[in-house]
Structure formats: structure tokens, C-alpha cells
């Protein structure tokens, strides 16, 4: 081939027709006879090399990966969590009213400057049993007038509260009626730090849209956690994770990968004066939750009639060094019941306890949070600071 131009034809028209040739090579063959080599129609198929036809085997991988345990865990605990509207009578006064005080003078002119107000609320909750019983937060539903809740199949019915502690900020809510889907309760004293936890609730009345909480993932960061006392409830031992709760999120259930309900969503951190999830949040430990209810189904109130039979009153710097404390530290034990559990244990007046349970504490406040679902006959082992030395004392919670 003399003419350059043909050459260059040639030689790109090869790999043309050699695709041309794959490809009729592994097409279906549609345009061949029966009984007809696909390939090689001139004479029997010898070294034929059959293809079987190509098909994405992708979808089915991924389709096979989008189950997994959260989905798994989410569809089944999810029927049994509702979104709680309730609606709370607060009663207002005047400011100007604290100038004129109850006087009837002056009544006679102003009338009463006390108003009541409707104030509306929401939060989450979860069915525990499938005649109705209903876990929320006391913070929710407390103090509502009126509840409704909504489920995950559109019917919104009115709760009563059965019981509700302020303390431990957990409350028991009832619905007429039976066969409603329930969670089954985990055991939170055998959480992992690390695990998948998932948070399912009401956040800023999301479930009102399509009647299906919304779901939120993350891992259980910490356990044991010890918040103190926040609006005359104490959080004791909490759950913490990362897992995004959001106004309205409260009362809902904290569930792990298998499905089991290990908390009850109830604070949050914030910043600064905002009410949105920054990144962590707590939940009630569901052994507690457990103790809460189950007293509160029976009971409609929890009893602590326990009795230390001391007083006690903060360690401050001047204490600290008139009895050669290192650091401010504990609380020194004021006062003392004749015959009483303290006096019983070894205490003495003037004795500073250091540590309860092994927990440092450095007011009443906080050994008020841990008597909090303490019962008569328990043991707390102090630690107790006295001549500068220390020594270890048991007392034994009585009755109130």
C-alpha cells in the first residue's frame, strides 16, 4: 500500500471493526438460526468460549447493606414511640402586685392581679405495656391539664397521668384501650461506651407532620454521669451521647442496636440561650426508669421516707483550715438525732464527710441526690474527716 493516506485509514478503522466484531460476538445471538454457532456459522462450534450475560450484581449488594441493625432496630421500637401535646394552667401575677402586696385596701381599687395562662407544651414518650402505660418525662407532663397523644398510626388519643415524680423527672401516662405496640426495656448497666445509640422522639413537633418520630444516631459517649440538681430534680448516673436530641426529643426512648430501650431522652447541652443540640445529650438509665415506674403504677407517687438523722452545712475556706482541711472539701455534720442512724453509725458533730459511696460530695444538695431512690435499710459508707485523719463509718437509712 504505496498511498499513505489509505494506510492511516486502515489503521483506524481496525479497532472500529474490531468492536464491531466483539460485539457481535457476545450479543444474544437473536439473529442466528436454531441449532447455529452464534460465532462461527460455517461449521460446528469447537473453541467457542460461552459468556453468561452480564448483569450488575451492585444494586443487590447495596440493597442487601441499607438493612442493618439500626434499620432493623428502628422499625421495631418506632410503632411504639408517640408525640405528646399537652397543655399546663400556669398562674401569673402582676409584677406591681408585690408593691401593694395582699392588702384589701388597695385590692378594692386593683381587683386581683393574679391571671391564669394557657401555655402549650410537647415531648415524646414510648408504650411499656400494651394496655396503655406510657413513659414520659416529668418536665413534659408533669404539670399538663390536658395530654394528647399521637401515634404512629395517626390516632390521637387523651392520656391521665398516673403518676409522676419531679425528683427523678419521670412520669407515668395512661390511654383507654389495649393491644397497643410496646418497646421491650434493655438493661442499661450492661451498655457499652461506644455503641450504636439511637434517639427516637418528637423534635420541635416533627412527628405532628407524618405521624412518625424522627430518628436520630450516635454512640453512648458515657455512663454514670452525675449533673446535679437542675429545677428541684436531681440527674444522677446519666447516659450521655452524641446521638442529636432536640427540643421535643424528651421522654423518648434511647435504644441500642439490638432494639432494647437502655434510657429516657431528657437534657440536653446548649449553647449559650439556645434550646438546639450541640452535641451531646442524656438519658435516664432504664434500670431506674424501671424502679421509678413500676412504683409509680402502684403507688402514683414515689415515697422517700428515709431518714441520715444529721444536718449538715457546706465546708467553706475558713472551716477548711480551722480543721486542717488541705482543700475545701465535704460538709460538716452540724447537728445530730439522738438515737438516730448517725448518731448510731459513729458520727459525731463536727465531723466532715468527705465522700458517700465513694462519691465526692461538697454539699447537701448533692447527698440529697443520693438518697434520692435510696430505701430504708440501706448502708452508705462515708468517708469522714475528724482530728485530721480520716476514717470510714456505715449508716444504716432509717424511716422517716
Known amino acids: 500500500m504505496s498511498n499513505p493516506y489509505l494506510r492511516i485509514i486502515i489503521i483506524l478503522a481496525v479497532p472500529l471493526l474490531v468492536g464491531i466484531g466483539i460485539g457481535y460476538a457476545i450479543g444474544d445471538g437473536s439473529d442466528v438460526k436454531a441449532g447455529e454457532d452464534p460465532v462461527n456459522t460455517a461449521g460446528p462450534a469447537t473453541d467457542v468460549v460461552t459468556q453468561a450475560p452480564i448483569t450488575s450484581t451492585v444494586p443487590q449488594e447495596i440493597q442487601a447493606t441499607r438493612q442493618n441493625a439500626i434499620t432493623r432496630a428502628v422499625a421495631r421500637i418506632s410503632p411504639a414511640v408517640v408525640g405528646i401535646n399537652v397543655t399546663e394552667i400556669r398562674q401569673f401575677r402582676d409584677p406591681m402586685f408585690r408593691f401593694f402586696g ?105 412527628f405532628e407532620i407524618n405521624d412518625k418520630p424522627t430518628v436520630t444516631v450516635g454512640v453512648i459517649s458515657a455512663a454514670g454521669m452525675n449533673l446535679g440538681s437542675m429545677n428541684n430534680r436531681y440527674y444522677r448516673d446519666m447516659i450521655e451521647t452524641d446521638a442529636a436530641i432536640n427540643g421535643g426529643n424528651s421522654g423518648g426512648p434511647l435504644v441500642n442496636a439490638e432494639g432494647k430501650v437502655v434510657g429516657v431522652n431528657t437534657l440536653i447541652f446548649t449553647g449559650g440561650q439556645s434550646t438546639t443540640f450541640v452535641g451531646y445529650g442524656f438519658a435516664i438509665p432504664i434500670n431506674k426508669v ?46 445530730l438525732r439522738p438515737a438516730g442512724p448517725g448518731e448510731k453509725a459513729g458520727l459525731k458533730v463536727g465531723d466532715i464527710i468527705l465522700q458517700v459511696n465513694g462519691e465526692r460530695v461538697n454539699s447537701e444538695q448533692e447527698i440529697i441526690g443520693m438518697l434520692f431512690d435510696a430505701k430504708p435499710g440501706d448502708i452508705l459508707k462515708l468517708q469522714v474527716f475528724r482530728d485530721r485523719k480520716t476514717l470510714d463509718l456505715n449508716l444504716k437509712l432509717e424511716r422517716g
Do not use: C
Not at 381587683?111 to 401555655?119: L, N, P
Not at 411499656?128 to 399521637?150: E, F, L, M, P, W
Not at 419531679?166 to 438493661?187: C, I, R, Y
Not at 402502684?298 to 472551716?319: E, L
Open 102 to 206: 395582699d392588702d384589701p385596701f388597695f385590692r378594692q381599687f386593683f381587683g386581683d392581679r393574679t391571671y391564669r395562662q394557657e401555655v402549650k407544651g410537647l415531648g415524646s414518650g414510648f408504650f411499656v405495656s400494651g394496655d396503655g402505660y406510657i413513659v414520659t418525662n416529668d418536665h413534659v407532663a408533669g404539670n399538663a391539664a390536658q395530654i394528647k397523644i399521637t401515634m404512629t398510626d395517626g390516632r390521637q388519643l387523651d392520656a391521665e397521668i398516673v403518676g409522676t415524680d419531679a425528683l427523678s423527672d419521670l412520669s407515668l401516662l395512661k390511654v383507654e384501650g389495649s393491644g397497643f405496640p410496646t418497646v421491650e426495656l434493655g438493661n442499661s448497666d450492661d451498655i457499652i461506651i461506644g455503641e450504636w445509640a439511637i434517639a427516637l422522639g418528637n423534635p420541635f413537633g416533627l
Open 290 to 335: 424501671k424502679r421509678i415506674v413500676d412504683e409509680l403504677k402502684r403507688k402514683g407517687k414515689v415515697s422517700r421516707d428515709i431518714t441520715t438523722g444529721i444536718d449538715v452545712q457546706p465546708v467553706d475556706a475558713r472551716i477548711a483550715r480551722y480543721f486542717g482541711l488541705r482543700e475545701v472539701q465535704g460538709v460538716i455534720v452540724s447537728d
